[in-house]
């Protein structure tokens, strides 16, 4: 199985990261930043489309493909860097908690 889902769902979540921090650096939602946003949204579609099977996704993840879900975070560019490490950890962490839950679920059911 791939991760075509979670990789656009990460994709997704670091175009609104992104499009949010670029926002909150100077407190003023200009004309660059909406266009920003939008840009983001268009990610939405694919993203929210295929979320149900980002579960399963999850349950036959290899370390190869979590490398590259990772490999998609590091891809998030943030003026402000404390922010920009603080966004890639949490996301970071995301991919690696859904990865615990799906071998605990694995390995609690009943052969």
């Known amino acids: 199985?791939?991760?075509?889902?979670?990789?656009?769902?990460?994709?997704?979540t670091v175009?609104?990261?992104?499009?949010?921090a670029d926002v909150l650096a100077d407190g003023k939602v200009s004309l660059a930043d909406v266009?920003?946003?939008?840009?983001?949204?268009k990610l939405a579609p694919a993203a929210l489309d295929g979320v149900a099977n980002v579960p399963a996704e999850f349950s036959t993840l290899t370390e190869a493909e979590k490398a590259a879900l990772l490999a998609e975070v590091a891809k998030l560019d943030l003026a402000n860097d404390v922010l920009e490490a603080w966004a890639e950890r949490v996301l970071n962490t995301a991919i690696v908690l859904g990865a615990?839950?799906?071998?605990?679920?694995?390995a609690s059911q009943k052969p």
Do not use: C, I, W
């Open 1 to 12: 199985m791939s991760v075509k889902e979670t990789k656009e769902l990460v994709q997704f």
């Open 15 to 20: 175009a609104l990261v992104k499009a949010g």
């Open 35 to 41: 266009f920003a946003l939008l840009e983001g949204l």
């Open 100 to 106: 615990l839950v799906a071998d605990y679920v694995k």
